[in-house]
């Protein structure tokens, strides 16, 4: 998962929606990662001095694939998805005892962590953080679970967007008021790179074309987004654009119940 924060350059959405690790840990080299596979065995539960540890190295790399990436999925991770559906029950132990919740969306093929909450209300120790979505990025999240669920509705086993469809669609809720056009579609740009090392939009061979992943939809559930986009109309005083980016089919849809029945909406700090 990616640990950056994602400041608010726009009214307030009361939105958290994604937790991060805090510390810096730097991503496994395959290399090193492939070797460990090769030497260790995969039914030993001791693999260093000391280790007094009782998971398998595969279930461990899964565990710590988990806490760092914001989601992995059978396409994203297919070594660690496959532990996962198979060791379910064990990894969600080990991720309860840090007081964390594993989601699993089965259907999608994705799995998540979020922050659990006590039964009371109250909050738990954490090592993650909460960071809110900017207002350009919330407007892509929307426009990609859109594309995504057109793409789903015409058979399209795979869905894709060009960056200059994104940045339009993120400039027709820019405020009649408005005159910082540069600075603005510079913020647009800058909030699907943003998304992009999320691991929602997955390049192509142009730089010009992503592929959205599978996990926008869980990920970013449509009561959070219909509130979002609610938020940013009224404080832009704009409309939801019409014609070929109508929104409205995002938020009528009878099987957007369970899209958002798997997906978290975290609270805040």
Known sequence: MSVETHPETGPELGSEVESEVESDVQDIDLVDDELLDELLDEHSVSLFEGDEGGLEYAQRRALVTLLKQRFISARTHPRDWRVLVEHERLL??????LFLDLQVDRAREVAWKRQATSETGSRFPTMLYDAAWSREETLVLVHLRDRLRAGVASGDARAFVDREDVVRYVSSFRPSHATDV??????????????????????????????????VEPLIPLELLQDLLAALVAANDTEVPSGPDDTADLFDDEADADATATGDRAEEQ
């Open 92 to 97: 969600r132990s080990r991720l309860n005892d």
């Open 182 to 215: 540069a600075g603005d579609e510079k913020r647009a740009r800058n909030a699907i790179a943003g998304i992009v090392k999320a691991g929602l939009l997955i390049g192509t061979g142009s730089e010009e074309r992503f592929e959205i992943s599978e996990a």
